[in-house]
């Protein structure tokens, strides 16, 4: 079986191409840009540049066709962000018969990938939540926000939004007055045509809750928390730690996952609410995640689940896996160092980030040349924002 990974660009697809290439499996690499650090790997035997599904979704998908029509073999999808996800999601009655995509239904990927429809159904199921408001028009949204205490979070349903075959990429913003939210909150909905969520700011630690899922089930699970994040509000991680499951946090999860009969991959993220001393769900990604990279050097390697399953071989329910080790985005870590605000958070982020238990997303002595791709792929994006 062929191995098509899609997102070439991301770390996540990375760490996916190296384990699957160390099992010996045939992979074939994609991506909308030809400096993808997987293009670069060892293990990549062939590389697919497609449009970006951002600009020409429709483009996208008959290039995703014409890759797998051109294959012998069964191919195995591997799919690491929204902008691929919801297009091959929405369009896969239109792949090929060879075609292996390990996704939830059409119905429970869209309602995962809905902020306000995955909060809904977590509230429905006593599963705590952010305090949360679901405008539905701009005079609902003034009413909400002279209610909810500042700074808040204004934030889009989705992150990606087609309209005319074309996407609009949206994200949350942190606003400290009724008027900056007033303007972000139609802001947001004018790009998008769907209403933003208001949701109170919460403060605390981040954990992310890992699984393979099958018809509602999850299988070896994984846990982490975040130590460093690219953005303040969140985003991409830079730095994380394996943990041990948290019994609570399983539990909710186990639920999420059965009510959305899901199978495939799948991360829930939770957040520590100080205050109220719990924590609270903020989103789920139904797909491969941004920290993989940690999940496998860690012991728990879901790119080879997900293929162990696609053949027909059983699933573990419970994996043991290292405690404590730590990965790092390596140009995200830097420019957290750069931003320390006195020495000694400086020499504290130092040792964790370049500590003996902390490994790299990219660079990897056996397969060191995705790391040049990553630099020439950051060197070309930051000249192009220029």
Not at 213 to 231: M, P, T, Y
Request: proline share 5%; hydrophobic share 40%.
């Amino acid at each position: 079986m062929t191995c098509l990974i899609l997102d070439a660009h991301l770390h996540s697809a990375l760490s996916t191409v190296r384990s699957l290439g160390k099992k010996n499996s045939k992979i074939f690499s994609a991506s909308d840009t030809r400096l993808a650090p997987s293009f670069f790997s060892r293990y990549s035997v062939k590389n697919f540049l497609y449009p970006s599904p951002l600009k020409d979704e429709s483009a996208f998908i008959k290039k995703i066709t014409s890759i797998l029509e051109s294959l012998k073999d069964d191919c195995l999808i591997y799919i690491f962000s929204e902008t691929t996800l919801l297009p091959l999601s929405r369009n896969r009655n239109k792949l090929p018969k060879n075609t292996r995509l390990i996704l939830g239904s059409l119905e429970n990927v869209e309602l995962a990938s809905d902020k306000a429809a995955t909060l809904t159904l977590a509230a429905e199921n006593n599963i705590p939540i952010p305090q949360t408001f679901f405008p539905g028009s701009f005079a609902e949204a003034q009413n909400f926000l002279s209610k909810i205490p500042y700074p808040c979070i204004v934030k889009p349903r989705h992150n990606c939004v087609w309209k005319d075959g074309a996407s609009v990429y949206e994200t949350a913003h942190l606003v400290e007055t009724k008027e900056e939210a007033e303007k972000i909150w139609r802001e947001l909905f004018n790009a998008s045509g769907e209403p933003p969520l208001i949701q109170e700011r919460v403060v605390g630690e981040e954990r992310g809750i890992f699984t393979f899922a099958v018809k509602g089930e999850g299988f070896a699970w994984f846990a982490h928390k975040r130590l460093e994040s690219l953005k303040k509000l969140g985003g991409a991680s830079i730095l994380r730690e394996s943990i041990e499951v948290d019994p609570k946090l399983k539990s909710y999860s186990e639920l999420l996952i059965k009510k959305l009969d899901w199978t495939g991959p799948l991360m829930i993220e939770w957040k520590w609410d100080e205050n109220a001393k719990r924590y609270l769900l903020m989103e789920i990604n139904a797909r491969f995640w941004g920290s993989l990279p940690l999940a496998v050097a860690s012991g728990v390697d879901y790119p080879a689940l997900m293929l162990d399953f696609a053949v027909g071989q059983s699933l573990p329910n419970e994996v043991t896996y290292k405690i404590s080790i730590r990965s790092r985005h390596f140009f995200g870590a830097l420019r957290s160092l750069l931003r320390a605000k006195t020495w000694r958070d400086f020499q504290k982020l130092w040792q964790i980030m370049w500590g003996e238990k902390t490994i790299d997303d990219v660079f990897s002595f056996s397969d060191p040349l995705p790391f040049l791709g990553e630099v020439l792929f950051i060197g070309k994006t930051f000249i192009w924002k220029k």
